[in-house]
């Protein structure tokens, strides 16, 4: 069964300090991977989408890392701000499904000054 | 910036009517797509239409819902007969691209809060 797990949960983390949230899938074939971050009570905004071929994709303080040879990826947040407290989800596309994504759970951040 | 939006912002209703959820995707896209996410749980793929017809769908979509494209603009997702479980967020997407593998994005709205009483 395609699944999307995250860890942790949750996390609360101290504004400027960096941290990193982790994604488990077993979703094969896969086309590709993306986080989004989403606000509460708000819809989901793309932060990363890579493919299986990319290691790696920066979007200003926002790292995302996979490893598709062992179905992880992390997203990797640098000098954390107030306003990065949201969830974090992380999205697979399964290649035979075509249109429809498999989100995970989300990790809830919370970022306190 | 071009986005999605999404009417009414919370909609509530009693067991067993009919509710019909809004939807104006991005002007130049082609491909929508319909989600709903259960307060706590993660959110969940429903429906993907794309020239006036349902691409895809998930087990979840079965009779009560539908969705259609009245006009050149709206996008609607409507539910026959609500039930209490029907009770979520629904978030309508758009999108430019139909296939994942083309690494389309998805752009999704601010969601409905749907409340069955």
């Known amino acids: 069964k395609n699944q999307v797990e995250q860890s942790p949960q949750s996390l609360i983390i101290l504004e400027g300090k960096n941290c990193t949230l982790q994604c488990n899938y077993t979703v094969s074939p896969f086309s590709n991977l993306r986080w989004y971050k989403q606000d509460t009570g708000r819809g989901p905004v793309s932060l990363t989408i890579?493919?299986?071929?990319?290691n790696t994709k920066s979007n200003g303080r926002y790292t995302a890392t996979l490893d598709a040879d062992t179905k992880q990826s992390s997203l990797h947040i640098t000098a954390s701000q107030l306003s990065d407290s949201a969830s974090y989800i992380c999205?697979?596309?399964?290649?035979?499904?075509?249109?429809?994504?498999?989100f995970g759970k989300g990790t809830t951040l919370s970022v306190s000054s | 910036e071009p986005e999605v939006t999404q009417t009414p912002s919370h909609q509530v209703t009693q067991m067993g009517q009919e509710v019909i959820l809004r939807c104006v995707p991005i002007s130049n896209h082609l491909y929508f797509y319909w989600y709903r996410q259960i307060l706590g749980q993660k959110v969940e793929f429903l429906v993907s239409f794309y020239n006036n017809e349902i691409s895809e769908k998930s087990e979840i979509f079965d009779d009560q819902f539908s969705v259609e494209r009245p006009d050149g603009s709206n996008f609607t997702l409507k539910i026959r007969s609500t039930k209490l479980e029907d009770s979520a967020m629904y978030f309508c997407?758009?999108?430019?691209?139909?296939?994942?593998?083309?690494?389309?994005?998805?752009?999704f709205g601010p969601g409905t809060r749907l409340t069955v009483l």
């Open positions: 890579m493919t299986f071929s990319e």
């Open positions: 997407a758009s999108s430019t691209q139909r296939d994942s593998r083309l690494r389309d994005e998805q752009f």
């Open positions: 999205v697979v596309s399964p290649h035979q499904a075509g249109t429809a994504l498999i």
